[in-house]
T-cell receptor, first 117, second 114 residues
Framework: DVKVTQSSRYLVKRTGEKVFLECVQD?????MFWYRQDPGLGLRLIYF???????EKGDIPEGYSVSREKKERFSLILESASTNQTSMYLCASSLGLAGGPSSYEQYFGPGTRLTVT | QKEVEQDPGPLSVPEGAIVSLNCTYS??????FMWYRQYSRKGPELLMY????GNKEDGRFTAQVDKSSKYISLFIRDSQPSDSATYLC??????????????FGQGTELSVKP
């Protein structure tokens, strides 16, 4: 079974702090994604990566950065946390190009609920 | 206008009812359609996917795609309390591009009452 793990389930940080959210997948997937999920807004893509050291902006990248130094690990960084970044953060991965149609199924981690006070 | 629109609900039905969940989309370039289910305090998981117009059945679940109307539906027959979750539709433009990026609907919260 594919497993996507996230470093914390719940996190409370203060405004202005630098925040690191870590995501690890154990199935050698090419693609990794970071979303935030807010009531009424659904899942919004922050950043994604289709290879080590490669990253692409999603729909709402402002205030965030990412790092992918190893294939299995994708980190989301809030450079200076603000209260409007209080949200549920979900990491996902997918196999990628080589596997055919079902290879784009995204497997999600359990999420990190971040509260910025 | 959002690329994918989904009624956020919440939707409450009695056990055994037929449930219809719907999404509309604006871009005819979408070719790959999925439904995810998300239980409370969990990440979403893939329920069904399809890439052609028509129906696809899996047990009590049927996914329907109407590309001419830009409309997709998920039907749940004989709904059970264990079906209570948020259901998200998701779409992709082409099979091999943009690292597998998906466009999600807002999600519909479903509650099935015993």
């Amino acid at each position: 079974d594919v497993k996507v793990t996230q470093s914390s389930r719940y996190l409370v940080k203060r405004t202005g702090e630098k925040v690191f959210l870590e995501c690890v997948q154990d199935m050698d997937h090419e693609n990794m994604f970071w979303y935030r999920q807010d009531p009424g807004l659904g899942l919004r893509l922050i950043y994604f990566s289709y290879d080590v050291k490669m990253k692409e902006k999603g729909d709402i990248p402002e205030g965030y950065s990412v790092s992918r130094e190893k294939k299995e690990r994708f980190s989301l960084i809030l450079e200076s946390a603000s209260t409007n970044q209080t949200s549920m953060y979900l990491c996902a991965s997918s196999l990628g190009l080589a596997g055919g149609p079902s290879s784009y199924e995204q497997y999600f981690g359990p999420g990190t609920r971040l509260t910025v006070t | 206008q959002k690329e994918v629109e989904q009624d956020p609900g919440p939707l409450s039905v009695p056990e055994g009812a037929i449930v219809s969940l719907n999404c509309t989309y604006s871009n005819s370039a979408f070719q790959y359609f999925m439904w995810y289910r998300q239980y409370s305090r969990k990440g979403p998981e893939l329920l069904m996917y399809t890439y052609s117009s028509g129906n696809k059945e899996d047990g009590r679940f049927t996914a329907q795609v109407d590309k001419s109307s830009k409309y997709i539906s998920l039907f749940i027959r004989d709904s059970q309390p264990s079906d209570s979750a948020t259901y998200l539709c998701a779409m992709k433009y082409r099979l091999y591009n943009q690292g597998g990026k998906l466009i999600f609907g807002q999600g519909t919260e479903l509650s099935v009452k015993p």
